[in-house]
């Protein structure tokens, strides 16, 4: 059964770290041509790409989190995560990760969204004083 499941999210104030883990079952990383991405959606916005590795390890992200999220993944543990530094207020989100055959790694593009169809069930991320 293909699918998606996320974790570690929480409540943090500005400045602080979380890491966000995706668990990928039904389908291997770095062997099946997935394209992991990391999306996040804040109440009355669109959800927006932030940050995506093919299944090659190419890497890509938003510009608004350049410098302060990095992405990686373990084969070894078919998981992909999402190391979110320096948050800020405007990170403040529900987080979700999500695969597509050979989906474009580009997360400043929203049309790609499209190309992604399958999905966890997101990860709340809140930073706050």
């Known amino acids: 059964q293909l699918q998606l499941v996320e974790s570690g999210g929480g409540l943090v104030q500005p400045g602080e770290s979380l890491r966000l883990s995706c668990v990928v079952s039904?389908?291997?990383?770095?062997?099946?041509?997935?394209?992991i991405g990391w999306f996040r959606q804040a109440p009355g916005d669109e959800r927006e790409g932030v940050s995506c590795?093919?299944?090659?390890?190419?890497?890509n992200y938003r510009r608004s989190v350049e410098g302060r999220f990095t992405i990686s993944r373990d084969t070894a543990k078919n998981t992909v995560y999402l190391q979110l530094d320096s948050l800020r207020p405007e990170d403040t989100a529900v987080y979700y990760c999500?695969?597509?055959?050979?989906?474009?790694?580009?997360?400043?593009?929203?049309?790609?969204?499209?190309?992604?169809?399958?999905w966890g069930q997101g990860t709340q991320v809140t930073v706050s004083t």
């Open positions: 999500a695969g597509g055959v050979e989906a474009p790694c580009d997360p400043q593009a929203s049309r790609n969204i499209h190309e992604y169809h399958l």
């Open positions: 039904g389908f291997t990383l770095d062997l099946d041509s997935y394209t």
């Open positions: 590795i093919d299944s090659g390890g190419s890497t």
